[in-house]
């Protein structure tokens, strides 16, 4: 079945370093794939969007690009800041049926000042 | 304008009560899905809605739970007899669109926190 593969956390930075967390999936057909990011005591908030093969996503600094080939959307941002301290999660909408979401396990970041 | 209501934010029940747990999506969103999610897990699909059809149910975890939205708006989940296991944030989340052609992403509420005794 459709199932969502992130990199465990927690993920340690210093501000202006550089983030990846990675993401890779498994679907049926040609999902839609997502970045969400849940702060501390608030709801998920989607991030970012791709539809399709070679599609970026991009939003706050944040990018990731939809890599059929590796079956991949690896979250990237150049430099980040204590204010991005969350869980990310990755998330497929799956081709048929409900068209309901799955999502990773999580990742949480951490940015020291 | 405003997102999606979920109520109560937290709640504290005796194992075997029951519990109704409330979702106020966005206006005029026809898609309406429910998931639960357990501590440092990501959002597991209970159900989902299009208006007031239920059209998958695979995700509920038994017939303990029961969802509703009778007039393709508010929603309620439904715990009887909850059990310890039942202890999760359980999210609600409603799109614009429907159907394979709607690239509509979900927009979620902030959750309902349950915790059982």
């Known amino acids: 079945g459709d199932s969502v593969t992130q990199m465990e956390g927690p993920v340690t930075l210093s501000e202006e370093a550089f983030l990846t967390i990675n993401c890779t999936y498994t679907a049926t057909g040609y999902p839609s794939l997502f970045w969400y990011v849940q702060y501390p005591g608030e709801g998920l908030q989607l991030l970012l969007k791709a539809t399709k093969a070679d599609d970026k996503g991009s939003n706050k600094g944040f990018e990731a690009t939809y890599r059929k080939e590796t079956t991949s959307f690896h979250l990237e941002k150049g430099s980040v800041q204590v204010s991005d301290s969350a869980v990310y999660f990755c998330?497929?909408?799956?081709?048929?049926?409900?068209?309901?979401?799955?999502f990773g396990t999580g990742t949480r970041l951490k940015v020291l000042a | 304008g405003a997102g999606v209501s979920q109520s109560p934010r937290y709640k504290v029940a005796k194992r075997g009560q029951d519990v109704a747990l409330r979702c106020d999506p966005i206006?005029?969103?026809?898609?309406l899905f429910w998931y639960q999610q357990a501590l440092g897990q990501g959002p597991e699909f209970l159900t989902y809605?299009?208006?007031?059809?239920?059209?998958?149910k695979s995700g509920l975890p038994s017939d303990r739970f029961f969802a509703e939205r009778p007039e393709g708006s508010v929603s309620t989940l439904k715990i009887q007899r909850t059990q310890q296991e039942d202890s999760a944030v359980y999210l609600c989340a409603s799109s614009e669109g429907q159907g394979p052609y709607s690239n509509q992403p979900q927009h979620f509420g902030d959750g309902t926190r349950l915790s059982i005794l």
């Open positions: 206006s005029g969103h026809v898609s």
């Open positions: 998330a497929l909408r799956v081709t048929s049926g409900t068209y309901k979401y799955i």
């Open positions: 809605f299009q208006n007031e059809a239920q059209l998958d």
